[in-house]
């Protein structure tokens, strides 16, 4: 299968796409044509564990060049470093109203960019070696908490690879800080960043477009890769877990097969609902995707008006992974909405850069509002979501969860206005761990404040008796080996990849 650039000029393989990362005019990658899944292949896909289902779907759009025993190997390897039988567990929250929850945090980090991190390594590996590329390859990543710590730890000590992560000072949670700072590994790199995520991540798409970068990382037979989103290997992992909830509601009979579901998705980057949306381009039976943002609501602007603005104020809030107000994944969506008008969604993007805003049109507003719905949740909308699925079905969530949770009841509110019979089941996705924000989700639960946050984790697990993760334990004894801090400058920010890809920067020893 080929991949072209959602701004034109540019036609690839999948494992070129992947190696690349992000087209050389700054488009991302998309497949040339959506392959499809049809019923057949679903009910045999129903028999498969996770891992092969994963394969299945990956094998769809790289099996020709990757092959899939290769894949299936891949993400069975993966997928073992999960708690549990199940990588991604579905739970029935309400069987009254068919409200699911789909737990993407069981991986190593506690955070649902596991699903894609702990197999891109292996797409990549692959990659390389059927385009014949020997040159060190050097992850450079932008994150607003959980996308960093993935990434370190699935690409740690990965032959043939370096990793380096931007992260804004100020705007992760203390765990997520803990997680990326202290991280183990020889080919690893951690610093902060003096602005938000939206720095970084403009920062890093410039290093990728920039001729100048480049040439001075090809002198040291070093080339850059990407672990965002942006790279479709990061985001065709994705696309298997929506296919897998709806087998899991088929193979526990409470669907028939071709029957549609919703499903709600906290957004920030966008690459996790537009995972979603490839789901159903691919065949599955989907009714509606929701885009549920935080105060940060950008996106639920955007659906509501047609009109992409950033002229606005960014917010801090409880859920900091959706901090974001540019999401690259939406140049995706632009450009299949618009024809696959690659011209178009050039245009839109230098509007974005120049102007901070852009416009779509009638038609492909029209198109939105029949696929998604774009809602947003307030600090208090999150607490009281929390709280009232806690109080009463006794089920926890993070806050990203959360703002996930009080938009599901916007829209099971505007759905029953529609038909008050309307039964079709709801899956949630929680994208992390409870545990990663404890001083938030305590207090959401049960009103008390507490400032440090293993405290927090001690007094979350005698409200719930859920079970801390032991990775997330163990940070209240580590060291931090990464301290760097730069300025939101692309020239310091370059310097600094290119001190680490020369190998003359040396993590802070962690202290026994």
Known sequence: MYFISTRGGEKVTGAQAIVQGLAKNGGLFVPETFPKITDEEMSTMAEMSYPERAAFVLGKYLGEELGYDYLKESCEKAYSSFEGNDPVPLVKIDGETGLYVMELYHGPTCAFKDMALTVLPYLLKKSCEVTGIDDEI?????T??????AALEGFRDVKGTKVAVF?????????????????????????????????????????FASEEFNAELA??????????SINFGRLAPQIAYYFSAYLDLLTAGQIEMGDKIDFVVPTGNFGDILAGWYAKQMG???RKLVCASNRNKVLADFFKKGVYDVKRDFHRTMSPSMDILVSSNLERLLFEISGRDAKCTAQRMQDLAEKKEYSITEKEKAILDEEFFGGFAREDDTVEAMYEIF??????????????????????????????????????????NPYKFPQD??????????????????????????????SLLDLRYRTPRFKTKVKNDLNAMAALI????DGKIVPTPEEK
Not at 138 to 142: E, F, G, K, S, W
Not at 220 to 227: D, E, F, G, Q, Y
Not at 443 to 455: E, H, I, P, Q, T
């Open 498 to 501: 290119l001190e680490f890809a």
């Open 167 to 207: 992260y804004p000072d100020e705007g992760v949670a203390k765990m997520q800080r803990l997680q990326m700072t202290v991280q183990d590994g020889n080919n690893v790199f951690v610093a902060a960043v003096e602005g938000n995520f939206d720095d970084c991540q403009r920062a890093v798409k410039r290093l």
């Open 138 to 142: 050097l992850i450079l990543a932008a």
């Open 391 to 432: 109080d009463e079905y006794g089920y926890a969530m993070d806050t990203h969860t959360g703002v996930a949770l009080a938009v599901y009841m916007k829209w099971e509110e505007a759905r029953k206005k529609i038909d008050e019979k309307d039964a079709t089941p709801v899956i949630v996705l929680s994208t992390a």
């Open 219 to 228: 002198k040291k037979k070093t080339r850059l890769s990407s672990a965002n």
């Open 284 to 286: 599955l039976p989907v």
């Open 441 to 470: 989700v305590l207090y959401a639960l049960s009103g008390n404040d507490v400032k440090d946050s293993f405290k927090g984790i001690k007094r979350l697990h005698l409200l719930t008796a859920m079970k801390p993760p032991k």
């Open 144 to 149: 607003s908490g959980d996308t960093g710590k």
